[in-house]
């Protein structure tokens, strides 16, 4: 019996490879001679990381960065060097959860940019960025700066690197761009689809939770209109009413514009990265999971896309979490065909959530499901 683990983390428990390393321990206690893959995965928001650094056997690298609002913040992404690949989250160097400051206006991208130049360096061509958790609503103006591109005022200036710049900006200086850019490949990990301006652009839908408020968000948003004039007078392309280019206050649009990034949902990239069809194909079972099954489980999350790619070859496949929400059963119709609890008993939180308790809770559930499966099959 061959049997393709893909669990997302258990945020705040397991990592991907933890989970997926014990449910492994589960199926062989239950059936000795299966052969078990272990394929970490995650959706392309937080743990992406990791999940692709532990699959595709690459490093953790940790660099200081400016922080969302100019301090200096240690940033990690994951470096693959036999794929020339970097794999990022933006939220390490401009994440909400770096700063308890909520000043939009002030808030920066820069670190992101000092991330991409440091994977460049490092031989990095192919790079997958998640950007989900930001604190900034800059347009990506700040990215860009770190990677060589000027943004002047009317009088040749630099405008500088923060939300508060953008109104100013006049013209865009490109001579000073990182060559090396032009060999990059930017896969943009993006679930969301909101424009870039308007009442249903970044500034509107998530200004509020950065900090915008009614009374500049109107100036926030001409002022991001002004900007895309600006960008689509110099390269002759216009992406603001593209689908995820409001994405963590208008990076989507940088990558689009001044990077000729692709924005796709986040677990497609990851999957395909994973060639995770090419291994489920010939399994007889997949198992797969996150931290809590829900609705929204169904629409976009690693368990969905995983049994996607093994509904396409009719595998099975089982969901096991740590908890089970009301709307779960929806999850059946994108081909989970069964999912379980781990928790064997009632017990709170914190102590469902203990490294230990919820590797043990994931094994043993794995080895009854599996011995159940055994029995059937004799």
């Known amino acids: ?183 990059c490949h930017f896969q943009i990990a993006c679930d969301v689809t909101n424009p870039l301006c308007g009442e249903k652009g970044c500034t509107y839908i998530f200004g509020p939770q950065k900090g915008v408020t009614e009374a500049n968000r109107r100036q926030l948003d001409t002022a991001m209109s002004q900007f895309a004039d600006i960008t689509a007078s110099v390269f002759g392309r216009d992406y603001r009413d593209v689908p995820g280019a409001g994405a963590a206050g208008g990076l989507g649009f940088a990558f689009l514009s001044y990077l000729n990034g692709e924005l796709k949902p986040g677990i497609e990239i990851v999957l395909q990265a994973l060639q995770l069809e090419e291994c489920v194909k010939t399994a007889d079972i997949v198992v797969t999971g996150e931290g809590c099954l829900d609705r929204q489980t169904a629409f976009g999350k690693a368990p969905a896309g995983v049994a996607a790619a093994a509904k396409k070859y009719h595998i099975p496949v089982i969901a096991l979490s740590g908890g089970i929400q009301p709307g779960a059963e929806v999850c059946h119709e994108k081909g989970i065909d069964a999912y379980f609890s781990i928790l064997p008993r009632v017990m709170s939180l914190e102590q469902a959530m203990h490294k230990e308790t919820a590797r043990s809770n994931m094994e043993n559930m794995a080895e009854q499901i599996f011995r159940l499966i055994a029995a059937v099959k004799k």
């Open 1 to 183: 019996m061959k049997v393709v683990i893909a669990i997302d983390s258990l945020k705040g428990s397991l990592s991907s490879l933890e989970a997926g390393t014990a449910v492994k321990m589960g199926i062989l206690r239950a059936i000795p001679t299966a052969e078990v893959i272990v394929k970490p995965v995650a959706d392309g928001g937080e743990g992406t990381t990791e999940a692709l650094v532990d699959a595709l056997g690459g490093q953790q690298i940790s660099l200081e960065a400016i922080g969302p609002y100019d301090r200096p913040v240690i940033a990690e992404y994951g470096y693959i060097p036999e794929r020339n690949m970097a794999v990022m989250e933006m939220a390490a160097a401009a994440g909400i959860t770096l700063s308890d400051r909520r000043e939009p206006m002030e808030a920066t991208t820069y670190g992101v940019g000092q991330m991409i130049c440091d994977a460049i360096q490092r031989g990095s061509r192919s790079f997958i960025i998640g950007i989900g958790g930001s604190a900034t609503n800059d347009g990506g103006i700040g990215m860009l700066s770190a990677l060589g591109f000027r943004f002047l005022d009317e009088e040749g200036r630099d405008c500088g690197i923060t939300a508060a710049s953008l109104e100013k900006v006049y013209s865009v200086d490109v001579s000073g761009v990182l060559p090396e850019l032009a060999e």
